[in-house]
């Protein structure tokens, strides 16, 4: 019975919530082009022993279609110990300040990489990346021309997964944002995304220099994640723009995923904790009173019910082998008629959720997850 509970519990949520998203998303308005407004942008690239990658990164830099006048590239150096720090440097003498490099004197992780940035930067739009993340040309434009709109505070935009398509992880991550790209888009319509990815991130000045008094009270939360909350608390909308694409490796192996999942649940958690305050406050509409009570239950409570679910399940084909068997004849005939793309997805929620359990374990020690080293097969 347990098991029939937990997995009807799941089932009835997902569904439910579905077409709470499939009736918002079919609202979605098609902009066409956005207001030529080419406010200053400072982008923040938080950098940590991306020897390897930096340059590229940097040439990726000076292929956006942007105002040259307009646009300061930020790199913070974490106390990298390789020559990272140097070839920034190298590259920032021949840019006429376009480029810049700030050296920590110790490794502070990747929040006070951007609080430094934040802070000694001088643009009106902060624009956060990662030296793994590659923008389209016109990727900068679509962002920022959001911000001609006086009710949005911050915009995110769309991972397109590279690595081979043949392996585990890159298929994975597909399926995986395939459908919170859907999501986004839904709750961008019905209110404000809370799901901001730090690769590609563009946030008013305003928001980001009131954030960086308050992120350090928590271990787990993470700068990124946390600015829509921020956004929404100050009175703006978080929105997602697809056309604001962005390229980056997914780990190529399952426990290379397993790892950045985990890491990337507990973050989301920790910023959804630090501002709890907010949830079911009719103050910030269905922001507060759907939006992030139901991204609770999908990090903290229903992952719990699924491995509370699989564990009984477990037990009782070992306790009692006869009574589990019309469950496991279903659970096959569901993955023998589904494609390999639904496979794909069944596998990667099936580790998200597992995911989340250890990210929550995390979150309850306190365990800081914002200085973290990166996985290699994504630094390619």
Known sequence: MLYWFSFSVLLLFYVSYFFVLYYHHRKKETVESLSEFYPNVSLIVPVYNEENVVSKKIQNIKELEYPRGKLEAVFVDGHSTDNTADVVEAHSKNHDGFIRLIREEQRGGYNSAICEGVLKSHGDIIVMSDAGAYFEPDGLKYLVGHFADPTVGAVTGKEMVLGDPGALGPRLETTYRGFY???RTAETQMDSTPDAKGEILAVRRKICENLTGKILLSPSASFDCCVPYQAKLEGYRTIFEPRAAYYEYAPSGFMDRMRQQVRRGAILMGSLLLFRNMMLNRKYGRFGVVIMPVHLLMQVVLP??????FASLLVATVLSPASTVVVWALLL????????????????????????????????????????????????
């Open 181 to 183: 790209d859907f999501m």
């Open 304 to 309: 719990w019910l699924f491995a509370l679910g």
């Open 333 to 380: 005939s569901i993955a023998a008629l589904v494609s390999i793309k639904n496979r794909a997805f069944v596998l990667s929620f099936v580790q998200s959720q597992l995911a989340l359990v250890v990210a929550t374990l995390r979150v309850v020690s306190r365990r800081n997850s914002v200085i973290i080293d990166t996985i290699p097969s994504t630094r390619k």
